[in-house]
C-alpha cells in the first residue's frame, strides 16, 4: 500500500508554503534541509540545519542553529522565460511571464525521497514538464543529491541551466556566515565560511552533469555552473548536481574534503547514489515501522512522525541532539530541551538503540555545563540546562520576543524548570533496562543519573519537618516558580531511590567504576543518608478527602476555569484570556500530573482508583497549550480504559503537524509531539512494558476500529516483533 | 465509525469558503441549501435551490434555476457586538469588532445535519459558544429546521438575536422574484412572490422560540423575529427556528400552506422534528449505503458521494429531475443532461427504484418537448434536449459566456449531441430490467423507448449503401458536427434492436398497450422493416488492421497528441492547448469509444483483445476534461482486468468533489461523478450483472487492498444483501 507511505501535494497550495516546507523536508541525521523550491519563492524560507552548528550574533539573546549555505538553487530558462511557479490568473494561453500548467510533489517517506513534476508555458508557448528530485543521502551523510528532468512535450526551446550553491543566506534577517571562500573552477563551484563568533567552518561543493557545454562561475556569494542546450520535442534532458558538506566539527579541512569528496560521489552518479541511499532507508524502516491495521489516518501520522524522527537522529555524532523543531525549521533556535529524553529518545531507545545512545552521550559529554549551571546556583552536582546548545551551557532566554503590546515577557524556565534533570536521569535508567548496555552506564550513564542526584541532595530543602522543593517550574508551565510541584517532588524520590539501586548494581557488577564514582562525586555515607531522609521525609503534596496528588499546594485556590467549554478552541487557552489572567488560574498547559502517572505507573504505589481521580481532576482543566500534552494524554487514558478519550487525543496529536492546526509548523516539526504520538502507541495503546521478572509483555487496549498493531522493538540486544491484534494480543516471537 | 460519516472543517478555512458551501449543502430532494453562514460572510454564495422552480430572465439566452428566499438569517449581537467570522490577525484580548476564537463545523452525512461550533469573543470581554445547526426534513419536505445555542463563557452579556427569510436573493446577480408579500404578525414572518417570467409562486414562513419579548417586523425584503435577553455566565440560551416552503408547483396557496405548516411545525418543536428527520435518514441509508472494508478514504467518498445522490432526488415529485450540479450550485442553470440516466440514475435504480421511476416520469411527462425539438429537425419521433428545464424544451445556450479575448464560443451541444435520446432510452431499459416494473415500461417507458427509436429511424442516412449520421457530437465534446460517431452509430443499433424485442415483449405482456403505442407512434410494418435495414447497414467505423472501434472516421488524421506527456495537469489539455486548437488534435475529453464499451459490454459483441485494443487506443488520448470521464474509466479498466490504472481513476473520480482539484466545485456539485463513482464500483470492482437467465451475479474485481465490499441492491422487487470479500465473492443472500 504505497499510498500510506507518501506525503503529497496536489495541485500547488501557495497558501500552505511554510507548512510543507516543514514537512516535506529531507534529511538524514547529519542534517535537514526544508523543502523549498530549486527555483525560489515570494517569502520562502529554506534552510539547511547541520547538527551542532551554533553561533551567537551579537545583540541576541542566546545561541542558534545556524543555516548552512542553501544547496538547493537551479535556475531553469525555457526559450528565454525563467520558470517561476506563476500562480496568478492570466491567460494560460499566451501569458506574459509563463504559466504553470501542472503541479504536483510528494515525499515518498520510505526512501526519503523529495519529487516534484512540474508543468510550464514559456512565453514563446513551448511547453516543458519538469521534474525534480532530492534526497540527503542515508548512505553517506555528507552527500546530497539533486537530478532535474527536462522534458519537451510542445516546442523547439533552448534550456538555460544554472546551479547554485547560494552563501547569502539568514537566520530570518541575521547572517551568521563570514571569511567567505568561494571558488569556481571546472566544472566544480565551492564556498567555504566560517562562523562569526563561534568560528565554526563549514566547506560545501557542487558538480553537475548536464548536455551542454558546462561553465562555473564565482560571483559573489553565489558559484554557478551554467550550461546551455537546447531540445527537440518529445527530448528530455537530465540534470544532475551533487553536493557534498564537511564542518570544521567533522574535519580539519571541511571545504578541502567537501572537494575531494564531490569528485567522488559525482564520478558514482546519481543512480548509485540513490540506490544505496534506498538500502540504508530499507533497514531503516525495517527496525522502526509501526503497522497500524484499520486506521488508514494514523498509519500514514505514524510513518511521518518517525520519519521526521528518523531524519534529525544523530547517526554518527555523540556531540549532538534533537532539539525541540527538529532540524526542519528556525523555532527554538535549534536548543535541546526535555523534549528529547522524555518524548523522541524512547522510540529511539526501543528501535534504532545507537542512535539513543549518541542522544545520552551528548548529555554526557555535557555534564561540565550541567555542573557550572548548579555551582552557579549554589548547588552541587549537576543540573542540566533547560535549554542546551553546542556548549552545553544554559542557553534559555530570559526574557520573551516583544508582545503585541511593546512588552517583554520574563522568561522562568532557564532558572527553575529543573525537572529537566531528573527527566534526563529517567531516560538513562529507561535506555539501560531496555538495552541492557551495561558499558554505557558504567562509564557514562551512572555519571549522569548520580550526579543529578548529587544536586537534588542539595537542592531540597528542610523545612516544616519534611523536605520541600521551592521555585519550580513543572511541566505546566502556565503556573511558575512554584513550592512543592508534586511532579518535581515525586520524580527526586524516585530519582534517588533509583540511585540506591544504581549504586547497588554498580557495587555488585561494575566495583571499580563503583568506586570510581563514589569518589568522584563524592558519595559519602552522610550524603546517602541525607538522600533517605529526603526519600523519607519528601513532602508530596497530596489531597486525602479527594485522594487526588495536588499539582501543587495552592493550585485549587486559583481560579477555575472550565477548559471543555473553551471548545471548539483554535488557539490555547492562554491565548484566550491572555498571559498575566493565565497564571492566576487553574487552566494547565500540559501533562503534569497526568506526565507524572506516564512515567511512574507503577511506581507511583497508588491505586487505580487515585490515578483515574487525578485524572478527572486535571484533564478538564488542561487546554494543551504545548504539542507536548496530547500524545501524553492518550498514553494514560489508554492505561485508564478510557478508549474514546484516548483517540481523540491520538487525533489531536497526530494532526499537530500533519494538519498545522495551531499555524506553527511553519518554525519547524513538534519533535516530542513524534516521539509522543508513539510512546502514546507502543506504551498506551499496546501497553508495552517490562515486567518484574524483566520480560515484554504488552496490555494491549487498542483503539476500538483498530484491528491489528505490529512492530518490532530491541530488547537487550535481540529483536523483537510484536502482532497485536484486536482485542488479543499474539505473545512476541523472537 | 461514526468518524466515516463525518465532513469536517476546522478551523475555519476562509480560502476554501465556496468549495465548503457546496460539500456541507443540506437538502431533501425537494431542495437543497449551500453551506452559507447564518450570520453572512463577504463573497458567500447562499443559495436554497427548490426543484423545479425555473425562470427565464430578460436577456438571459436560458432559463435557470432560481434562488429561493434565503431562510438562514440569524444574527446575533453580543454585547453589542455583532457576531462574525472575524479571522484578521488581531490583538485577540481586545479585538476592535470581536475575535474568533474557535471554529469547527461538521456535517454528519449519516443524518444529514450540518453543525458549527464556534467561540467568540465580544469587544466588551464577553467569551460565548454558538453551536448552530440545521437541517432540511427529509420527514417533511417543506419544513427546514434551525437551532442556534448559545453558552456563555465568560461574562454576563446582553444577547439580540434577529432571524429572518432574506427575499433580496439572486442568481449570480439577477433577481428573479417579484410581487412580494411581506408580512410579520405575532411570532411569525412570511414571504410570499412569484418568479417574474415564469410565474411560479413561491411561500416561505418562519416562527422562533427562544427567550424573551419576540418582535415581528416586516421591513424590506427581509421579515425579522428578534429577540433580547441577558445571560449569566455557563447558561445557555436555544434559538429555534423553524421555516416552511411551498411553491405553486405544491399547491394552489403556498403562502398560506407555508403559514398554517409553520404553525403545526413550530408545535412540534426542533427536537421532535429532528427525530422524525433522522428516522428518515436510517431508513434511507439503510438501502444505500455502500461498505467498503479495507480503504477509508474510499468509504467516505462513496458516502460522500451517494448523500449528495440522495439530497437531490426527487422522492415526492415525477416531473423534475436532477440537473448537472444536482441542487448545489449554480452551475449549468439546474439544467438535466444526459448526466442524470448514465451516471446519476443507476444507483437510483439499485436503491432506491421508486426515485429512479420519478426521474424517467420526468421524461416522460416531457415527451412533447422531445417531439417539438424532433419536428423542428425535420424529423420524427422524439428526441430529447441537450440541456433541459421545466418544460422539457432544448435549453441548450447556443453562445458560450465571453472568453478571455471577448469572444463567445457557438455551442454545438443542443444542435448535434443527440445521443441523450438513446441515453434516456437506455436508462428506461436498465431501470425495467431491475425492477421488473412492467407497469411503468408499459404505460410510459415504451412510449419514451419507441419514440426516440422511431427519431432514430428518421434520423439515419441512407449514404454510400449504408446508413451513416452525420453532425453528431459523442461523449467526446471537444469534436464537434461531425459523422459516423462510433458511440452514436452503434448505440443506436442496440437502440433499434432493443426496440424489437421490447415490442415482442409487449405483443405477449401487453397487447392493448402494443396496439396503443403501434397506432400512436405510427409504428407501421414499413416503419419496422426500415429499422431492420438500419441495423443491418449501419456502419460502424472500425479499423481491421488495428482491430479496434473507431471514434468517428477521420479522427486518426487529427494532430496526435500524447496526452500522458501533459501529467501532472491541474488542467484540461483543451485549456491548456486552447479551444481552438483541441479540435484539431486527437486528444477526448472523456469516456467516448469506452463509455460506449461500459454500456454495451455484452452486447458489443467483440473480443476481449479488441477491447483491450480500444482502451490502449483511447485511454492515452483522454484528457478527463469533463468530471465524468475518470469514474467510467474505473468500470471499464476495472472490466479489462487494469486492476491499478482501475483504481487510479478511482480516486480520481473521489477527489473532483471532496478536494475540489479543479476549483470548479463553487458551482455546485459534479452530480454525474457521484453517480459515477457508484456505477464503478457495482458494476466494475463489484462486477454486479444480470446474467442470461435472470440471476444476478458478481464478477468482482476488488482493488488489491480492499478487504471486502457490502451493499444491498434491489433487483425485481427484492432486497439482495451482497458481501463481496476479496478476492472470493460471497453469494448473495436474500
Not at 34 to 62: C, D, M, W
Not at 432 to 451: M, P, Q, S, V, Y
Not at 506 to 518: F, G, T
Not at 606 to 623: A, C
Amino acid at each position: 500500500m504505497h499510498r500510506l507511505w507518501t506525503l503529497k501535494e496536489f495541485p500547488f497550495h501557495p497558501e500552505k508554503l511554510l507548512h510543507h516546507e516543514t514537512i516535506f523536508c529531507v534529511g538524514n541525521g547529519y542534517l535537514s534541509t526544508r523543502a523549498s523550491f530549486e527555483e525560489g519563492y515570494p517569502k520562502q524560507v529554506p534552510a539547511t540545519l547541520v547538527h551542532g552548528i551554533y553561533n551567537h550574533a551579537p545583540g541576541a539573546l542566546v545561541p542558534e542553529l545556524v543555516n548552512a549555505p542553501n544547496w538547493l538553487p537551479i535556475n531553469i530558462r525555457i526559450d528565454g522565460t525563467l520558470f517561476q511557479l506563476i500562480t496568478e490568473a492570466i491567460d494560460f494561453l499566451h501569458p506574459a511571464k509563463g504559466a504553470l500548467l501542472g503541479y504536483q510533489r510528494t515525499l515518498d517517506m520510505e526512501s526519503g525521497v523529495l519529487r516534484r513534476e512540474v508543468l510550464f508555458r514559456a512565453k514563446t508557448g513551448s511547453i516543458v514538464r519538469l521534474v525534480f528530485e532530492r534526497f540527503a543521502s542515508l548512505h553517506d551523510q555528507h552527500v546530497l543529491a539533486q537530478r532535474v528532468q527536462i522534458f519537451v512535450i510542445d516546442g523547439n526551446p533552448e534550456i538555460i541551466v544554472e546551479s547554485s550553491i547560494d552563501g547569502d543566506v539568514d537566520n530570518n534577517g541575521y547572517k551568521h556566515w563570514g571569511d567567505f571562500n568561494v571558488e569556481a573552477a571546472d566544472n566544480m563551484i565551492s564556498i567555504g565560511a566560517k562562523t562569526q563568533q563561534s568560528g565554526y567552518r563549514i566547506g560545501m561543493a557542487s558538480k553537475v552533469k548536464a548536455s551542454g557545454k558546462l561553465r562555473a562561475k564565482a560571483h559573489g556569494l553565489q558559484p554557478t555552473i551554467s550550461t546551455k542546450f537546447t531540445l527537440q520535442p518529445q527530448e528530455t534532458a537530465t540534470i544532475d548536481k551533487i553536493t557534498t558538506i564537511y564542518t570544521s566539527r567533522d574535519t580539519e579541512e571541511p571545504l578541502a574534503d567537501a572537494k575531494q569528496k564531490v569528485s567522488e560521489a559525482a564520478k558514482k552518479g546519481y543512480d548509485t547514489l540513490l540506490v544505496k541511499h534506498r538500502a540504508e532507508w530499507r533497514k531503516y524502516w525495517d527496525s522502526s515501522d509501526i503497522q497500524v491495521d484499520g486506521d488508514e489516518e494514523a498509519q500514514i501520522a505514524l510513518r511521518f512522525v518517525m520519519y521526521h524522527i528518523l531524519i534529525a537522529a544523530p547517526r554518527n555524532d555523540d556531540r549532538v541532539s534533537i532539539g525541540a523543531k527538529t532540524l526542519s525549521g528556525f523555532g527554538y533556535k535549534g536548543h535541546v530541551f526535555w523534549d528529547t529524553e522524555l518524548f523522541i529518545l524512547p522510540t529511539l531507545t526501543l528501535t534504532q538503540p545507537t542512535i539513543a545512545r549518541n542522544l545520552l552521550m551528548y548529555r554526557y559529554h555535557n555534564l561540565s555545563g550541567a555542573r557550572n549551571k548548579a555551582r552557579a546556583n549554589g548547588y552541587e552536582g549537576a543540573l542540566f540546562p533547560w535549554e542546551s546548545a553546542d556548549t552545553g551551557e544554559e542557553t534559555t532566554p530570559q526574557w520573551s520576543d516583544p508582545q503585541p503590546d511593546g512588552t517583554r515577557i520574563r522568561i522562568w524556565t532557564g532558572d527553575s524548570e529543573q525537572h529537566i534533570a531528573t527527566d534526563i536521569a529517567y531516560a538513562v535508567l529507561q535506555y539501560w533496562h531496555w538495552t541492557g548496555d551495561d558499558e554505557f552506564l558504567r562509564k557514562n550513564g551512572a555519571e549522569i543519573f548520580l550526579d543529578t542526584a548529587v544536586f537534588w541532595g542539595s537542592r531540597a530543602e528542610a523545612k516544616n519537618g519534611r523536605y520541600e522543593i521551592s521555585q519550580q517550574i513543572g511541566p505546566d508551565e502556565y503556573h511558575e516558580n512554584i513550592d512543592n510541584s508534586v511532579f518535581v517532588n515525586r520524580m527526586v524520590v524516585w530519582h534517588l531511590q533509583s540511585a540506591f539501586n544504581l549504586l547497588n548494581w554498580l557495587k555488585n557488577n561494575a566495583a571499580s567504576d563503583c568506586e570510581r564514582l563514589v569518589q568522584q562525586l563524592n558519595l559519602t555515607p552522610q550524603r546517602l543518608d541525607h538522600w533517605r531522609d529526603i526519600i523519607a521525609k519528601m513532602y508530596i503534596p497530596f489531597d486525602e478527602q479527594k485522594q487526588i496528588h495536588v499539582q501543587f499546594p495552592g493550585f485549587f485556590d486559583l481560579e477555575y476555569i472550565p477548559v471543555p467549554l473553551y471548545e471548539p478552541r483554535t488557539m490555547s487557552v492562554q491565548a484566550i484570556l491572555g498571559h498575566h489572567r493565565t497564571i492566576k488560574t487553574q487552566v494547565i498547559k500540559q501533562a503534569d500530573v497526568v506526565a507524572l502517572m506516564a512515567l511512574l505507573w507503577d511506581e507511583l504505589g497508588v491505586s487505580h482508583q487515585v490515578k483515574l481521580n487525578n485524572w478527572n481532576t486535571y484533564y478538564p482543566r488542561t487546554d494543551h497549550g504545548s504539542s507536548l500534552s496530547p500524545a501524553m494524554h492518550t498514553w494514560v487514558a489508554s492505561k485508564l480504559g478510557l478508549d474514546e478519550t484516548a483517540y481523540e487525543m491520538f487525533q489531536h496529536a497526530a494532526e499537530i503537524d500533519l494538519k498545522d492546526n495551531k499555524g506553527n509548523v511553519r518554525d519547524g516539526i513538534h519533535g516530542a509531539a513524534c516521539g509522543g504520538l508513539i510512546q502514546a502507541v507502543l506504551f498506551g495503546f499496546c501497553g508495552l512494558y517490562i515486567n518484574a521478572q524483566g520480560k515484554l509483555e504488552t496490555e494491549p487496549r487498542l483503539p476500538a476500529h483498530w484491528k491489528q498493531v505490529s512492530f518490532k522493538v530491541y530488547y537487550r540486544g535481540k529483536r523483537r516483533s510484536f502482532t497485536i491484534k484486536n482485542p488479543v494480543a499474539v505473545p512476541p516471537s523472537e
